[in-house]
T-cell receptor, first 113, second 114 residues
Framework: NAGVTQTPKFRVLKTGQSMTLLCAQD?????MYWYRQDPGMGLRLIHY???????AKGEVPDGYNVSRLKKQNFLLGLESAAPSQTSVYFC????????????FGPGTRLTVL | AQSVTQLGSHVSVSEGALVLLRCNYS??????LFWYVQYPNQGLQLLLK??????LVKGINGFEAEFKKSETSFHLTKPSAHMSDAAEYFC????????????FGKGTHLIIQP
């Protein structure tokens, strides 16, 4: 049981480049989340999904897109990376939304030059 | 919308001393409340949570927290700090308003002095 995995672990991009972060969970959870963590800011919700084929905006969605084509996967895309998107990105999943424990992946450290 | 305040971005205690990390939330409607811990270079993991019922909640590694509705607080305590408790701690009430996520506090970095 791997839990929540994230690919890649590290990435360096140049401004304007695009990339996709992949999150996978093997716990059959309905809910999945993407957060970004910046020093002194805690975690801020980017987008989330309440089930396969659904997505919704969180607190800081601008500049990001997401897709949940399969229940076990949640993809986060950056179409045109900016230095302000330099951050550590965490994916999480839970069985029953806000009332349930969220299980976090190990994170992806992204630097945009 | 929910907001959460963690007093003190850094808290330093001696090994064996009491740990107290403070958390206050804004909603007048009692939320679900969580404390998560993040060890260096790792993701977050659940310490404890309050949903309904008993207001004193026990978690892993000897931590506990008490939900006080009148004070809108959910402070985290541990009677005796251990070196392995050094980590970042996040208080997180549910976001409320129909949203399906958590609102995380800015975090408190716990430093344990030998």
């Amino acid at each position: 049981n791997a839990g929540v995995t994230q690919t890649p672990k590290f990435r360096v991009l140049k401004t304007g480049q695009s990339m996709t972060l992949l999150c996978a969970q093997d716990m059959n959870h309905e809910y999945m989340y993407w957060y970004r963590q910046d020093p002194g800011m805690g975690l801020r919700l980017i987008h989330y999904s309440v089930g396969e084929g659904t997505t919704a905006k969180g607190e800081v969605p601008d500049g990001y897109n997401v897709s949940r084509l399969k229940k076990q996967n949640f993809l986060l895309g950056l179409e045109s990376a900016a230095p302000s998107q330099t951050s550590v990105y965490f994916c999480a999943s839970s069985g029953q939304g806000a009332i349930d424990t969220q299980y976090f992946g190990p994170g992806t450290r992204l630097t945009v030059l | 919308a929910q907001s959460v305040t963690q007093l003190g971005s850094h808290v330093s205690v001696s090994e064996g001393a009491l740990v107290l990390l403070r958390c206050n939330y804004s909603s007048s409607v009692p939320p679900y409340l969580f404390w998560y811990v993040q060890y260096p270079n790792q993701g977050l993991q659940l310490l404890l949570k309050y949903t309904t019922g008993a207001t004193l909640v026990k978690g892993i590694n000897g931590f506990e927290a008490e939900f006080k509705k009148s004070e809108t607080s959910f402070h985290l305590t541990k009677p005796s700090a251990h070196m392995s408790d050094a980590a970042e701690y996040f208080c997180a009430p549910d976001s409320g308003g129909g949203a399906d996520g958590l609102t995380f506090g800015k975090g408190t970095h716990l430093i344990i002095q030998p």
